[in-house]
């Protein structure tokens, strides 16, 4: 006992690792992507469904568990069957009969369980963005302002109602394949119970043989019914896992360049050469024929009502997007031929729908670079942004955190004005 619960402490160890590392396994393929592929629906889908299957399923440790629970059943069924053809094989021949119905009952079953799986995880996207939303306190002062909160309950009482029909749909199929089985094993038993007291009265068996044989083909009938079940759990495992290994088969649609990129920041022309662009599965073009140059020390407003295409236009800037048409050059070369890292360290971007990170104040600034950049650069900045003093009151001055999620002495932006 003290030897199994040490290997079940490591097993469930190990299931949490590989648990964490499947997460980030997703994570770096979603990374590796490209930013128009990563909005696509079909691949958010796919993800998603890759995600649940991780999160919900538990697949691997479930595989490891049955692979193990068929091995334990092989044993003792080969075990009990010796025990059990020393009464009569014709009694092995009508177990089995009856299991392979047992088998056809539980195959339906488990073709039932995954088929609802699968409609449910769009559908779990849904609820992921109700839960998120209620639970992300960025966004809690604007529910309670606008009282947005019935809003969000109707949705997810929607959402329940609808989910609920499903899982209703489910059971009745769940509770017609258990009743066909408790059925089919009732059957069982009465021929076998009849059969051994049969051979009781006749003096064939005595009771102690009676009494074994019964312990035999109920423990028998016991593994067989475990393996049959551990057969389509692993069965059923191994299809849960294709969306994952679907998923990490994306590859990158372009290819990132290879060209060093040696600029002169004051001596450089950025150039649209009749470029045009329409999303993924549409034919509108969100631009048309736009023709600019772009040269340094130059200040440019882009205007346009909502939808001209302004953003679009410095996704195409920043590579996180490709022209459908035309080309976009720096210093008269493709801006696609340049390696994308030192590209892109040439722009700094804010988004309509921007983020701050539950970082440090330093790591907000600095990113991926925290680990390099000296404390007195991003002081320097702070300074330019009339903040280094409010910053510098603060207990763990650039170092403290943004929000309260991981540190509760962290602070909102707002509270720094």
């Not at 059971?171 to 009743?179: L, M």
């Amino acid at each position: 006992n003290l030897l199994i619960q040490i290997i079940n402490f490591n097993i469930d160890v190990k299931n949490e690792e590989i648990s964490a590392k499947l997460d980030i396994i997703l994570g770096e393929k979603s990374l590796e992507l490209d930013f128009e592929q990563i909005e696509q629906s079909e691949n958010l889908e796919l993800k998603e469904r890759a995600m649940f299957i991780i999160k919900n399923q538990n697949p691997l440790n479930r595989l490891v568990g049955s692979i193990r629970t068929i091995v334990e059943n092989v044993i003792t069924i080969i075990g009990l069957v010796a025990i059990i053809v020393t009464l009569d094989i014709i009694v092995i021949l009508f177990i089995v009969a009856i299991l392979f119905v047992s088998f056809k009952v539980i195959k339906k079953q488990n073709i039932a369980n995954y088929v609802y799986n699968q409609e449910f995880i769009p559908v779990n996207r849904i609820y992921n963005y109700y839960n998120d939303l209620i639970s992300d306190f960025s966004s809690g002062k604007d529910i309670r302002i606008y009282n947005v909160q019935p809003l969000i309950l109707s949705k997810f009482d929607e959402f329940i109602d609808k989910n609920l029909g499903s899982l209703t749909k489910l059971s009745r199929k769940q509770t017609k394949y258990q009743n066909l089985g408790a059925i089919n094993m009732h059957i069982e038993y009465l021929f076998i119970y009849a059969y051994l007291c049969y051979k009781v009265f006749i003096n064939s068996i005595s009771i102690g043989d009676f009494t074994m044989y019964i312990n035999a083909i109920n423990g028998f009938n016991g593994a067989m019914q475990a393996l049959i079940s551990q057969f389509f759990e692993f069965s059923n495992m191994c299809q849960y896992l294709n969306p994952f290994f679907e998923f990490l088969d994306l590859q990158p649609k372009y290819k990132n360049g290879k060209r060093q990129l040696e600029i002169d920041p004051n001596n450089y022309e950025l150039v649209f050469e009749h470029v045009s662009f329409s999303y993924p599965n549409t034919n509108t073009m969100a631009l048309n024929d736009v023709c600019v140059s772009i040269r340094p020390n130059e200040k440019i407003s882009i205007v346009g009502l909502n939808g001209a295409g302004k953003t679009t236009f410095v996704k195409l800037l920043t590579r996180l997007y490709r022209p459908t048409s035309g080309v976009i050059l720096l210093n008269g070369i493709d801006i696609n031929e340049y390696k994308y890292e030192e590209y892109i360290k040439f722009f700094s971007a804010i988004f309509q729908d921007f983020k701050n990170y539950s970082f440090t104040i330093k790591e907000n600034i600095s990113l991926s670079e925290s680990n390099y950049v000296e404390d007195e650069v991003v002081l320097k900045i702070l300074e330019e942004l009339s903040m280094d003093k409010k910053i510098l009151s603060l207990e763990n001055g650039i170092n403290t955190s943004l929000y309260k999620i991981f540190d509760n002495d962290g602070i909102e932006f707002s509270e720094i004005g």
